[in-house]
Structures are given as structure tokens and as C-alpha cells.
């Protein structure tokens, strides 16, 4: 089993940043894909970005490219996302997650952390 535990939400203006960080313990002595997704009140759980193990290969949405950089400290067991030029329609609960497999399902999921950027 891997935990993860996501920190460094709240609030911001239009335009600010924020740095979301995951860690993670339990099981973690083998090689994870890491991605952060996110859920807006009343629509459904979205993609951001996400992080392959095998070469740290990048991938994100198309809305958040260019503002958003994720990044891991494989030392640290901790998966980070730079949030830049934040937009209200940023505004979610992101959550961590992270998958054995690249093509598998995210397998483990954290409780989520509340980013609110306001206009």
C-alpha cells in the first residue's frame, strides 16, 4: 500500500502561484507514475499532469500548459506541482495519485487539497 498525503492549497488572487506538494510513504520502494488531477465543484475529476517513472517524462492539460510544472524529489518520495498565472476556473480540489503501470489505473489516491483562486 502507498499513502499519500497532498499539502500547500488555499487562497490566491488571479495570477498568483501556489506549490502543491505529495508525499508519499508505505510501499514506495518501487518505481510510480505520479499525477495530480483535480475536481471542480460540480464537475467531474479532471487530468493535470502527471509524471512517468521510468524517464520523468512530462505530460499536462492543455488548460494548464505553460502555467503548471510538476516535478518529484525521488529522495524525498514527494511529487510537486508549481502553480503559475492561477485563473479562478483553477479553482478545485487537487488531488495526488499515483500507478504502478503506465497503463494501468491510478491505483492509489490522497484526500485532495482545496486551491481557491479568486478574481
Known amino acids: 500500500q502507498v499513502q499519500l498525503v497532498e499539502s500547500g492549497g488555499g487562497l490566491v488572487q488571479d495570477g498568483g502561484s501556489l506549490r502543491l506538494s505529495c508525499a508519499a510513504s508505505?510501499?514506495?520502494?518501487?518505481?510510480?507514475?505520479m499525477g495530480w488531477f483535480r475536481q471542480a465543484p460540480g464537475k467531474e475529476r479532471e487530468f493535470v499532469s502527471s509524471i512517468r517513472w521510468s524517464d520523468d517524462s512530462t505530460y499536462y492539460a492543455d488548460s494548464v500548459k505553460g502555467r503548471f510544472t510538476i516535478s518529484r524529489d525521488n529522495a524525498k518520495n514527494t511529487v510537486y506541482l508549481q502553480m503559475n498565472s492561477l485563473k479562478p476556473e483553477d479553482t478545485a480540489v487537487y488531488y495526488c495519485?499515483?500507478?504502478?503501470?503506465?497503463?494501468?489505473?491510478?491505483?492509489?489516491w490522497g484526500q485532495g487539497t482545496q486551491v481557491t483562486v479568486s478574481s
Open positions: 495519485a499515483a500507478k504502478r503501470f503506465w497503463e494501468a489505473m491510478y491505483d492509489y
Open positions: 508505505g510501499r514506495t520502494s518501487g518505481s510510480y507514475t
